[in-house]
Nanobody, 121 residues
């Protein structure tokens, strides 16, 4: 398995931007599909975005056109650029590593500890 550490969360006003980073340990990062999920208080964890080993991406409808997932294998890091943030984007954001690029949490075997994103009006 791979160990994951997220960073870059914080508080921002609606309409603002944040970039989340997820640093992975180990030398097999490039062989993992990577995903971002989020969980708001009282809600289930939901899919945000994912990127395959070849760079193919997928997004939840709620973030399409606003969020961009990318990866830099040389730095063992996956990013989530979040623009035009809305209050409903407020959640704890988690990155995850798995064998296939899917939008379900059970497809991922390694998870980070999460980073809080708070969007205010």
């Amino acid at each position: 398995q791979v160990q994951l550490v997220e960073s870059g969360g914080g508080s921002v006003q609606a309409g603002g931007s944040l970039r989340l980073s997820c640093a992975a340990s180990g030398r097999t990062f490039s062989s993992y599909a990577m995903g971002w999920f989020r969980q708001a208080p009282g809600k289930e964890r939901e899919f945000v975005a994912a990127i395959s080993v070849t760079g193919s991406t997928s997004y939840a409808d709620s973030v399409k056109g606003r969020f961009t997932i990318s990866r830099l294998n040389a730095k063992n890091t996956v990013y989530l650029q979040m623009n035009s943030l809305k209050q409903e984007d407020t959640a704890v954001y988690y990155c995850a590593a798995g064998l296939v690029r899917l939008g379900i949490p059970s497809a991922y075997s390694s998870w980070g500890q999460g980073t809080q994103v708070t969007v205010s009006s």
